[in-house]
């Protein structure tokens, strides 16, 4: 089985807060995000990891169809929600992994990353212009690593030290991170022109 994680924890500090649930084209930001990910046929669990202000974050965005997991040590940083979300899919045989606040990435990116669940690696990563981004596939073979994970950088050393395999997506979907105000209106204004 392989389980859909959405990373929603964080507080949004460069934000102002409560990003996950500032509105993007009529509805949460987190929206976006969880629909793709439910899209995807081979993705048979979603689990959504919330943190700061769960509860408004679970009364606003459209949880349906996924788990929601509230990580009680959001403020540790990504490990934290990344250590909560793959011990709740710890009957999965690989995790993908996307973020909140990327309102852009498709199901065909997350598919596409999925597809690599045969491949030798242990993980595969999504690479935009030869960057690091998401989503990321990571196999139970390293859950217990992810398990001892800390800090803010999420697995990124981990998926180094595994030798993940990259797959180029800039052509599947924008890898827009939303951080700040300003993040969003771009993210407002390429809505408007069709992206």
Not at 10 to 29: N, V, Y
Not at 127 to 138: E, F, K, S
Not at 161 to 166: L, N, T
Request: proline letters at 4%; glycine letters at 10%; aromatic letters at 2%.
């Amino acid at each position: 089985m392989i389980g859909g994680l959405v990373l929603a924890a964080g507080a949004g500090r460069r934000f102002g807060g409560r990003k996950l649930i500032a509105e993007l084209d009529g509805r949460p930001l987190l929206d976006h995000a969880i629909e793709a990910m439910l899209a995807v046929p081979a993705v048979e669990r979603v689990v959504v990891v919330l943190g700061a202000d769960a509860d408004e974050v679970a009364a606003a965005a459209d949880l349906e169809g996924t788990e929601a997991v509230v990580c009680d040590h959001w403020r540790e940083g990504m490990a934290a929600s990344l250590r909560a979300g793959v011990a709740a899919l710890d009957d999965a045989s690989a995790a993908v992994v996307i973020l909140g606040d990327q309102p852009f990435v498709t199901p065909q990116v997350i598919a596409a990353i999925v597809d690599h669940v045969a491949a030798p690696e242990a993980a595969t990563r999504a690479t935009y212009d030869g960057r690091p981004g998401h989503p990321v596939l990571i196999k139970r073979l390293l859950f217990e690593a992810v398990a001892s994970l800390r800090g803010d950088t999420g697995a990124r050393e981990l998926l180094a030290a595994a030798g993940a395999r990259e797959l180029e997506c800039g052509q599947l979907c924008r890898p827009d991170d939303i951080d700040t105000l300003a993040d969003l209106e771009s993210a407002r204004r390429a809505v408007r022109v069709g992206r």
